[in-house]
């Protein structure tokens, strides 16, 4: 019986498992999506964000009520009698038995009026949980450009194996071609041909074997970065087409969405905020406060108001106190600090406002000029495959020569080779494009650029 139990699971297994690892067609966008979902650099984005909240509910707390309690239990020597007549036989100098002693001391203040310190501490909080956030934008395009690489470098590698195997059966049936007409003696062959043609093949080969291998790399990257067995669902590599946007339109778009733009406006907020703190903390902090203190022990209670009985007491009050911790030529330096930290962001804003629009500009025009070529090397391929099959048809008919099919496949592979390298590096620049205008996102390759 239990063997037949391991049987059933075993037969089970051999039927759910290429279900279970088969892969899944899935598009850019989802990939994307998934990539950015489980990258730990996503995480660390929500980590920053989540410190950044913190660090703003620090300082709020700072403004409401705070406290300090203290407590002891502890045992102490007895004592009879007044501070003028204590009974004979208790003495300082030894113990005539041993009491419990219970001591509390609680102490609670709410600021009030800190010159402006809390209020500033506050706005650079608030603008580093701005700053946090356009971090971890940035870390989500650059998880979605890996998975954008690697889903392109999966068609791209697809296309040429595709590609290849095409040729390598042109070729192919070439050489058994040649090798007949050689067995039969015919004139209209040389045994040189046969050798250019396998010469040719082996070529070929190389470049199908760099595809498998490509393929599969892609493959695992995709894997790797996504966490799902996935395909693309396009069957070879085309365009990434983009909105019809001028250049005018993307830098405008930049402006607006890239991240650093506003990570360098907030944190330029920020930086302020901390140079008007750091010029409040030469100010006294004012708070209301509030003390309550109480202690029991065995000991003899000392009836006295001018005398202050540590062992059995209770007392407390409320009233307003000032709390001035200084040294100016200190904070003078703290406050030039904080100014230099604020020049050194201002400094990289100005470079931002200054770059940020060069590689937009670069982006665009690399894209454009790479689509020009793309376009350019179409015609010139698909004319090339034709060559090819038109040179290979002739001299499968014996009346054509070898050399047109060594020349017609030197003049595809250059034009295909060629058209295919142009259409990936345009796919690429598309997506650099899209992460320097602070646009690359799942939803805006969902929708294919319309």
């Known amino acids: 019986m239990k063997r037949l139990t391991w049987i059933l699971v075993l037969g089970a297994s051999l039927v759910i498992s290429p279900a279970a690892w088969a892969a899944e067609k899935a598009s850019l966008a989802q990939c994307i999506a998934w990539a950015v979902e489980r990258s730990p650099v996503t995480e660390e984005g929500n980590a920053d964000v989540a410190k950044a909240k913190g660090l703003l509910a620090e300082v709020r707390g700072h403004g409401l009520l705070q406290g300090e309690l203290f407590g002891m239990v502890a045992p102490t020597a007895r004592a009879k009698g007044s501070p003028t007549q204590a009974l004979t036989g208790f003495s300082s100098s030894r113990w005539t038995g041993v009491t419990d002693w219970e001591i509390g001391t609680l102490e609670v203040i709410q600021p009030l009026y800190t010159f402006g310190k809390l209020d500033a501490y506050g706005r650079a909080a608030t603008a580093g949980i701005e700053v946090a956030e356009a971090r971890r934008e940035s870390k989500r395009m650059s998880a979605a450009q890996m998975a954008t690489e690697a889903y392109q470098g999966y068609l791209l590698a697809d296309t040429a194996l595709y590609i290849t195997q095409d040729i390598d059966d042109i070729i192919t049936k070439a050489i058994r071609q040649t090798e007949n007409m050689l067995e039969d003696d015919s004139d209209e062959v040389l045994p040189t041909d046969l050798m250019k043609l396998k010469n040719a093949r082996g070529l070929v080969l190389k470049n199908q074997y760099e595809a498998k291998h490509g393929k599969q790399i892609a493959a695992s990257a995709l894997r790797v970065l996504t966490g799902h067995e996935v395909v693309p669902e396009e069957s070879q590599l085309g365009?990434?087409?983009?909105?019809?946007?001028?250049?005018?339109?993307?830098?405008?778009?930049?402006?607006?969405?890239?991240?650093?733009?506003?990570?360098?406006?907030?944190?330029?907020?920020?930086?302020?905020?901390?140079?008007?703190?750091?010029?409040?903390?030469?100010?006294?902090?004012?708070?209301?406060?509030?003390?309550?203190?109480?202690?029991?022990?065995?000991?003899?209670?000392?009836?006295?108001?001018?005398?202050?009985?540590?062992?059995?007491?209770?007392?407390?009050?409320?009233?307003?106190?000032?709390?001035?911790?200084?040294?100016?030529?200190?904070?003078?330096?703290?406050?030039?600090?904080?100014?230099?930290?604020?020049?050194?962001?201002?400094?990289?804003?100005?470079?931002?406002?200054?770059?940020?629009?060069?590689?937009?500009?670069?982006?665009?025009?690399?894209?454009?000029?790479?689509?020009?070529?793309?376009?350019?090397?179409?015609?010139?391929?698909?004319?090339?495959?034709?060559?090819?099959?038109?040179?290979?048809?002739?001299?499968?008919?014996?009346?054509?020569?070898?050399?047109?099919?060594?020349?017609?496949?030197?003049?595809y592979a250059a034009a295909e080779g060629g058209r295919l390298k142009a259409l990936h590096a345009h796919n690429l620049k598309a997506v650099e494009l899209l992460q320097h205008v602070g646009r690359l996102r799942a939803e805006m390759l969902a929708s294919k650029g319309e």
């Open 239 to 411: 365009y990434i087409d983009l909105p019809a946007h001028s250049l005018e339109d993307w830098i405008s778009i930049a402006r607006s969405d890239r991240p650093e733009y506003r990570e360098a406006a907030q944190g330029l907020i920020a930086k302020q905020a901390l140079v008007e703190a750091k010029q409040a903390e030469a100010y006294p902090d004012i708070f209301m406060i509030g003390l309550l203190s109480a202690a029991h022990s065995g000991r003899d209670r000392i009836v006295d108001p001018f005398i202050r009985d540590d062992f059995n007491h209770f007392y407390g009050t409320i009233g307003i106190g000032m709390r001035w911790k200084f040294d100016l030529a200190l904070n003078d330096a703290k406050v030039a600090q904080a100014r230099a930290e604020k020049e050194a962001v201002a400094a990289k804003k100005r470079y931002a406002d200054e770059m940020i629009p060069l590689q937009v500009e670069k982006d665009y025009r690399e894209m454009m000029s790479l689509r020009m070529q793309t376009d350019a090397l179409n015609e010139a391929a698909r004319a090339g495959r034709q060559w090819l099959i038109s040179a290979a048809s002739t001299y499968d008919l014996g009346v054509g020569e070898a050399r047109e099919i060594f020349e017609a496949l030197a003049g």
